[in-house]
């Protein structure tokens, strides 16, 4: 199977934690073969891959989030 240019926006129920969000948001991208899940979280716009290292992806939301930019959002 080819891989996907496909996308698709998720959300998160209120106390989920970035690492279970991103962990969630990449087995689905792999389940669905999909190029990227995007979420928003704690005011950081997050896309995810279906190869993205959880433990990168988790460091790079932590310095979206100390940012002072008005735009805050990553992908990994």
Known sequence: MRDSNMEVSVG???????EDACTEAKEYAIRNNLALVRFDFNGVKCSISKRADIEVVVEKWKKAM???????FFVE
């Open 66 to 72: 100390e940012s002072k930019a008005e735009r805050k």
């Open 12 to 18: 998160f129920l209120a106390g989920t934690s970035i």
